[in-house]
């Protein structure tokens, strides 16, 4: 049932984004007023993550599930009734509150449920809603829009809603609340403000390509407010994120690699569809099925990765997918853009193989580190650092693909050598993961 609201808020990123001009044109609106449905989407995530975890321990973890499901399947039909541009930017906040909720509730729930031994496999499931949605995205979104008309893009979303409510309901345990936790408002001032500033100046850097002293300053002061945060929970006793995780080691070296993978993940979506739709000038739906087999390849090995996890533990496997995702990232940046089909491929298989092999360990590195008592916390920053470091990641390969064309052959060079950075400190990130497990077994 998890896998229902995983597979919704993943979805809906990448989805939408590809029906914005055709929204535009629908509602009578500006292509700089609608792109708000994107970003307000985005910005009501950072809003809503950080009390992932305190509203989890507060009411229980499954309550939270359920009405975070339920929230976003009648915002997302709210979207799709939306009569103006000004609306369906309202609804899109409602969307992304309860989507910014959802995928850390859901890891929490499955964490507490099946413990440490187990959390390889089941966030390996987990991982094909989490890795596929985004891949599958443009190709049904392009495929709806030629079919149908754009409220089906959020349309979607209510069947996918509706049955994971229905399975929820009877199955999902609802957790004990913890009555005598209070919030720490402080701390939730500071973080609401400073991870949607931080997010909106990074978009903005994208959608423009350049820097402007107003994206500046707004990241300026988010970047400000963070670390006020930081401070702020250094020093309080009753933090809403618990910060001193950070000294935990294993803990560190997991979030350090799930940095790297967010920032190579997220990218990689961005500049793989730009490749086909600019590079080699394909329309939307054919772009989408030239990266099926990114998608085709994380569904498959997803399952595999967390069956390995469980069996191998994460260092291994996470070292093993880092190198993998160089070596099928790495020769787009020396390839000619109109390389044959037959070489490309078969690296964007062997790339989707290494999403899960990747992005799973990681994360499991980071969670089996931590008690039970702080997996909420631990799983709501993960997603946190998961989602400015792919905003980052996307925002730097937008930008140095618009900066370089019309040459095409250097934009994607450019923005290729970009993604492989990414993937060699996602490397690095699973040498410390190694390093730390080598030390535990030696102790």
Known sequence: MVVFGAFASGLDASLVNIGLDTISRELHATLGVTQWVASAYLLALGLSLPLAGWLSRRFGTGRVWLTALATFTVASALCALAPNIGLLIAARVLQGLAGGVLIPAGQTLLGQEVGPDRLGRVMGTLGIAVSAAPAVGPLLGGLLLHALPWPWLFAINIPIGAAGLLLGRRFIPRGTPATTTSIDRSGLALITIGIPLVVFAVTQWGNSQSISSSTAAVAAAGALALVGFVAHAARTTNPLLDMGLYRNVAYRAGAIAAAFAGALVFGSGIVQTLYFQIGRDQDTIHAGLSLFGVASATVVFAPLTGRWVDRYGPARISLIGATLAIAATAPFAVLPVHTSSWIIQPLLIAYGAAVAMIATPANVAAYKAVTAA??????????????????????????????????????????????????VGALLGATLIYRTSQQENNS
């Open 374 to 423: 702080q997996l909420p916390d631990a799983i709501t920053q993960v997603n946190i650092i998961q989602r400015v470091a792919g905003s980052l990641g996307g925002a730097i390969g937008a930008v140095l693909i618009a900066s370089r064309l019309p040459d095409t052959t250097d934009a994607f060079r450019a923005a290729f050598t970009a993604l492989t950075i990414c993937a």
